[in-house]
């Protein structure tokens, strides 16, 4: 049992919680692999994700070990080690199908070269401050820019303040070096939109989207920042009988997590149990103690759901 779980009150929680429980219609925005649910919640397409190759059972052995990333950076910071993100669009308007473009560089030099790592050579993450949108998205290089841009469409649902994250390996002597450098976004008036959608405190058992699964988190004691601690996610429908579930992007489970206080990011990857219906972490808290919200992306039935958590780390 997870003892550290806590229910954030209705009106806290918005800084906390993952955006749900609206009716809108599913949104797919144009030229990318990101479909947003009718909760406003990204889900990645299948025909992408359905696809397990050589290639990413290897690239899921990079930048990570037991199922956990090795970052250097934690997301709040735009350069690190001279690696820098910048963006060619600090700011874009709510609801309007546009491009987000940035550049990446070392030393003040454009990057053009970066390994494959988990099928895609960059892994954008965007987030609202205030925790309750997200995204996972995988943005493409622009070869015919000077500046090697990164580009990746946009519709974003709500105006306010939110972080962007790349993260990207690099090699470096005989292994790779995973990297995570943000930078800031202002979607329209950067106040938050009063038609945000919530979704109920948090339980123990959360219902993914767009599947409706019931995932159930487990952990063996209570989340400390000093040390990794066993959990589970389990997985079953509507029914109660357990999903059986695949490989997505080269691992059992992404789990991206922000601490609430500041925004410090941090990236795990699952594994799947012998049954294939539960997906194994060791929960490693970086940045330290606090409230985080975790971001839970598996596969299942050829389609990625997306399910939150949101937990106490002592």
């Known amino acids: 049992m ?53 290639d990413a059972e290897k690239d899921s052995s990079m930048g990570h070990s037991n199922g956990h990333h090795h970052l250097t950076g934690d997301g709040l910071k735009s350069s690190v080690s001279g690696y820098e993100i910048k963006l060619l669009t600090a700011k874009i308007p709510s609801k309007e199908a546009v491009n987000l473009e940035f550049t990446l560089t070392k030393d003040g030099e454009v990057l053009r070269e970066i390994p494959i790592a988990h099928e895609h050579p960059v892994h954008l993450v965007i987030v609202a401050k205030d925790l309750s949108w997200y995204r996972h998205v995988h943005p493409y290089q622009d070869s015919k820019d000077p500046n090697a841009k990164w580009v990746v469409p946009t519709n974003m649902p709500y105006d306010g303040d939110y972080r962007v994250i790349a993260q990207f390996n690099q090699p470096m002597d005989d292994h790779e070096m995973t990297y995570a450098i943000g930078a800031d976004l202002k979607v329209g008036t950067g106040k938050l939109s009063s038609d945000k959608p919530m979704i109920p405190p948090f339980e123990k058992t959360q219902t993914s989207q767009p599947s409706n699964y019931k995932v159930t988190l487990d952990a063996e004691g209570p989340l400390n920042s000093q040390e990794h601690t066993k959990a589970t996610f389990s997985v079953k429908d509507e029914n109660g009988k357990p999903v059986s579930l695949g490989q997505y992007l080269g691992a059992g489970a992404h789990i991206i997590g922000f601490r609430a206080s500041d925004g410090a990011y941090i990236h795990l990857h699952g594994e799947l149990d012998s049954t294939g219906n539960k997906i194994l972490v060791d929960l490693e808290f970086g940045p330290g103690s606090g409230q985080y919200r975790l971001f839970v992306e598996f596969q299942a039935s050829g389609k990625v759901d997306l399910v939150g958590f949101t937990v106490d780390v002592a």
């Open 2 to 54: 997870l003892s550290k779980l806590k229910i954030f009150a209705p009106l806290i929680a918005l800084s906390l919680i993952l955006a749900g429980c609206s009716s809108e219609e599913n949104v797919v925005t144009d030229n990318t692999n990101t479909t947003q649910n009718q909760n406003n919640q990204p889900v990645e397409e299948t025909a992408q994700a359905a696809t397990e190759s050589v």
